[in-house]
Structure formats: C-alpha cells, structure tokens
C-alpha cells in the first residue's frame, strides 16, 4: 500500500469481506423486540496476548450492547469448552459464540445445541463438521490468506532461497492447519524449504523453548528464517535467538502472524521483518451476526476479516495507533 495514511486507517478498521447471503453487517445488534440477549461464550483459554484482546473485546462490546454474556475460558483443552456449551445449553441461553480449540469433535455438542434450537456462531478458528447446518455461520480470519501473505513476502524478500525453521500453533487448531498448509504451498518451487517444525502451542514460553532446542540442532549458517504462526512465539524466539549471541531480524529472519503492538515494535526495533495481522477486535462483528441470526435473519455462511501486512515500510507508522 502506497498511502501509509489509508494503510493505518485500513488496520483500525475491522472490515468483514463476506461469502454467502447477506454481505451488510449492521452497526448495532438490536435484540428481537428489545429483549436483552444472554450468550454463552466458551473462548479457548488465554494463550497469546491476541487471545485476551480477543476476549477484551468480546466482554467490551457486550457490556456496551446490553447482553448478558456468560463467558467460559476453555484453559487450553476441548473438554471444557465442550462441558461448557453443555451448561450453555442446560441455561437455555439466546445464542453461543464458540471459538473453537481444535478443528475436529464438535459435532455431538453442536447436534445437542440445535435440537435444543440454541443458534451457534463459531468465532476465530473454524471447525469440521459433515453437516454444515449445525452451526449458523463463521466469523473471523482467513488464515490460509494469512499464511500465503507471509510466504510471498518471504519469497520477494529472499528471491526465493532460503532453510526455515517453522514454530507451529496449537496441533489440531485451524490455524495451524491454515497457516501450516496455505504457506508450504506457495513455496513449493521455490528456493524455500521448511527443514524443522515443532509445536509452541501459540505461547511465547513455548516459543522460546523449541527456539532454544532448535538452536541447540541448528548453528547459525544452517538456517536463514524463523516463521513463527503467532507473534507471541516470534517474540519469544527473537529472546531465544539473543540470547544464542544472534541478531534476530539480521542474521535470520523473523516472520510470524497476528499484529501485536509489540510485534511491530518489534519491526521498529528490527528484531522481526514482517508480520501479517489476524484481527481480534471480534466483538462488534460477532455480535451483529447473532443478533441477526436470533431475528431468524440471514447471515453469511462465512465473514472473514480483512488482515493488512507490516515490515519495515508501514510499522513506524503503524505501532503508535495499533490498539492490541
Ligand atoms: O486463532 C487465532 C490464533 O490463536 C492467534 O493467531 C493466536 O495468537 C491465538 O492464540
């Protein structure tokens, strides 16, 4: 983006491209006769920074609006959020929003759900089920498109050439299934290959960790970049590369995912080179799709948030007004 005014203005907006019916998400979320909506939220848990903005918003905005929310942190395991839609169901709430842990094992809980005719939104990662009717539509980020976006910056970057070291999310989650799938495709032919790959479960603790037994396997020469599918794990890389006696952001490469604030600062301070943002401000956008699908309106199948780039041509800009 030439205009780094348009490209700040565009990173504050949560704009929604959707697929399907429906593309207008209205600006309040009026209930069906004025009736104060409760929802049941059963979040994953609080394993990223992007996590809690994710959770921030959706208490801010509920607040904001009226609706009773009972919220559920999933602590990192499907069961919960399971045991928790279950309770959801048993308190015979309006509607519940599930950001899905994992892709796969919802559908007995979702069949519950609909034959107790509670409307389901899933939110962020999406899931696998044979029949799509059991859930009213998806609200979140493409993170195949997110995982492409940071390998054609790579490619650009490198010419093509290039050893990664890849630090993978939450095994069993969708995005990083996405992240995982989207980037090794757009670099198959090319100079680019992905030589190790371990899980950090999108925890900066966790990142740090498989970093420093990465460099424990690899010395500096045997690798060129660290492709991290959350900026909670790149940052805490760039402490394991540090503290290796390498200059993170100069001897290898940093990209990761998500749009942090600190991320970008990270940019700044040249210790990252590009990070791709996975909105989580949700709230508002998750919200008007209930209050829609509680109406008996429409909504689209599928909204995906529309995620802008950062490296060092738009970060100096772009960290003062990041709000996560
Ligand atoms: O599902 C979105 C991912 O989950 C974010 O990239 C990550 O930070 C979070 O934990």
Same mark, same amino acid.
């Given at each position: 983006m030439k205009n780094p005014n348009l490209a700040l203005l565009l990173s504050l907006t949560f704009t929604v491209l959707t697929v399907g019916c429906s593309p207008k998400a209205s600006t309040s979320a009026p209930s069906p006769a004025g009736k104060a909506l409760t929802i049941g939220f059963a979040q994953t848990g609080a394993e990223s920074d992007w996590r809690k903005a994710n959770t921030k918003s959706m208490k801010d905005e509920a607040e904001k609006r009226g609706i009773t929310l009972k919220f559920s942190d999933g602590q990192g395991k499907q069961e919960n959020q399971i045991s928790a839609v279950k309770n959801f169901i048993t308190q015979h709430v309006d509607a519940i929003v599930i950001a899905p842990?994992?892709?796969?094992?919802w559908e007995p809980v979702l069949k519950e759900a609909k034959a107790a005719k509670i409307p389901v939104i899933i939110s962020d990662r999406t899931v696998k089920v044979d029949?799509?009717?059991?859930?009213a539509g998806f609200v979140g980020s493409d993170f195949k498109t997110e995982g492409k976006m940071v390998a054609d910056w790579l490619i650009k970057k490198t010419n093509g050439k290039g050893r990664i070291l890849e630090l993978q999310g939450? /095994? $069993?989650?969708a995005p990083a299934n996405d992240r995982h799938s989207a980037f090794a495709d757009a670099i198959k032919? /090319? $100079?680019?290959?992905?030589i190790d790959s371990q899980s950090g479960d999108f925890r900066r603790d966790n990142g740090k960790q498989v970093m420093e037994a990465f460099l424990k396997k690899y010395k500096k020469g045997d690798f060129d970049i660290v492709y991290a599918h959350n900026d909670d794990m790149a940052l805490g890389a760039i402490q394991a590369i540090a503290d290796a006696g390498l200059k993170p952001g100069t001897d290898v490469l940093v990209v990761s995912i998500d749009g942090l604030k600190e991320a970008v600062q990270a940019i700044v301070d040249g210790k990252i080179n590009c990070v791709v943002e996975c909105n989580p401000l949700a709230g508002a956008v998750v919200y008007d799709a209930v209050a829609k699908v509680v109406a008996g309106q429409p909504v689209p199948r599928i909204s995906y948030n529309k995620d802008e780039m950062f490296d060092a041509s738009n970060a100096k800009a772009a960290v003062a007004t990041r709000q996560y």
């Open positions: 842990l994992v892709e796969t094992g029949d799509e009717s059991l859930y939450t /095994t $069993g989650s032919g /090319t $100079g680019l290959t992905i």
